[in-house]
C-alpha cells in the first residue's frame, strides 16, 4: 500500500468520524437518544473504521407529562415490535393505547397496552383501574416504572460540539497530507519525463 492509498484511507475515516459526529450533535437533545462511538484501527489495508452505539444509559429527568414513562436498573419496555426502551415519551390514544413518540406502541400482557380513561399506572406496571389491574406494561424483568419522566440522551451538545470540531481538523489534515503526496508524485512524474527526454 503506498501512502496515497495510506491517506485516502485516512481520509475515508475522518470523512467517517465527521458523520458520526455530526448525527451525535443532531440527537443530543433528543430524549432516548443513544451516541453512535467510531472504533478506528491502522491495518495493513490502511485505517478501518467501525461504528458501535453507546449504550450507557442516559440522566432521567421529569417532564410531567403522565404518559412519559421510564424504568429504573436493567428493565427494559417492551414494544408491540419487540423493541426494547428505557423510557418512551407516550400519548395516549382513543382505544386507551399508548403510542410512542416514534409511532410504536408499548405492549401490555396482551398486545397493545390499554389504559382506560379512569386507570392509572403504578411502580410495578400495572394498570389499575377501580382498584383492579386490567393491564400490565411488559417489561423484560421486574423493576421500578416511573411516570412523568423519559431518559435524556447520554451525549450533550457541547461534548458533541467538541466532537465535530476535532473530526473536521482531522479530515483538514488529512486532506492536506493527500493534497501533497498528490503533488510529489505529480512533480516525480514530471521529473521522470524530462529525464527520459
Do not use: Y
Amino acid at each position: 500500500m503506498d501512502g496515497l492509498e495510506w491517506t485516502a484511507s485516512a481520509l475515508n475515516a475522518a470523512e467517517e468520524a465527521l458523520t458520526v459526529a455530526a448525527r451525535n450533535l443532531a440527537g443530543a437533545s433528543s430524549d432516548g437518544f443513544h451516541r453512535t462511538v467510531l472504533l478506528a484501527r491502522c491495518t495493513g489495508h490502511g485505517i478501518t473504521t467501525r461504528r458501535v452505539l453507546d449504550l450507557t444509559p442516559g440522566v432521567l429527568h421529569r417532564t410531567g407529562r403522565e404518559f412519559d414513562i421510564a424504568v429504573e436498573g436493567p428493565a427494559r419496555i417492551r414494544l408491540t415490535d419487540g423493541s426494547l426502551r428505557r423510557s418512551a415519551s407516550c400519548e395516549r390514544g382513543g382505544d386507551g393505547t399508548l403510542r410512542t413518540e416514534g409511532g410504536g406502541f408499548v405492549a401490555g400482557m396482551h398486545g397493545a397496552l390499554r389504559v382506560p380513561l379512569q386507570a392509572h399506572l403504578e411502580a410495578d406496571g400495572s394498570v389499575v383501574e377501580f382498584g383492579r389491574v386490567v393491564d400490565r406494561v411488559a417489561l423484560t424483568r421486574s423493576g421500578r416504572l416511573l411516570t412523568g419522566v423519559v431518559e435524556a440522551a447520554n451525549t450533550d451538545s457541547l461534548h458533541a460540539m467538541i466532537e465535530v470540531l476535532e473530526a473536521q481538523r482531522r479530515f483538514e489534515s488529512a486532506q492536506k497530507t493527500t493534497q501533497a503526496l498528490d503533488a510529489v508524485a505529480a512533480k516525480d512524474a514530471s521529473e521522470t519525463g524530462r529525464a527520459a527526454q
